[in-house]
């Protein structure tokens, strides 16, 4: 098992910047790929950034430029830097990890709200 815990979020003006932390724990040796998602209100859940364990990463068009995706694999925890934030960026930010032999694992959330 696997369990995971995000925090950073919170209230931040357009054009502002955040970082998110997702910290692993438990059987972290069988983590493959970390990601984060988001889900604003009425929308479906979708993939922002992704990074494996050889370090390639990869980017919704939506992020591309302006977030960063990160791995300290010391603290096992993952990193979302997010700069230049739009009103459309708001949503709940959830990390997840890809685990070997076992279904993903789920952060439970943490809100990024982007508004003046």
């Known amino acids: 098992q696997v369990q995971l815990v995000e925090s950073g979020g919170g209230l931040v003006q357009p054009g502002g910047s955040l970082r998110l932390s997702c910290a692993a724990s438990?059987?972290?040796?069988?983590?493959?790929?970390m990601a984060w998602y988001r889900q604003a209100p009425g929308k479906q859940r979708e993939l922002v950034a992704v990074t494996t364990n050889s370090g390639s990463t990869n980017y919704a068009d939506s992020v591309k430029g302006r977030f960063t995706i990160s791995r300290d694999n010391a603290k096992n925890t993952v990193y979302l830097q997010m700069n230049s934030l739009k009103p459309e960026d708001t949503a709940v930010y959830y990390c997840?990890?890809?685990?070997?032999?076992?279904?993903?694992?789920w952060g439970q959330g943490t809100q990024v709200t982007v508004s003046s």
């Open positions: 997840k990890a890809v685990v070997v032999g076992n279904p993903p694992s």
């Open positions: 438990g059987s972290i040796f069988s983590i493959n790929n």
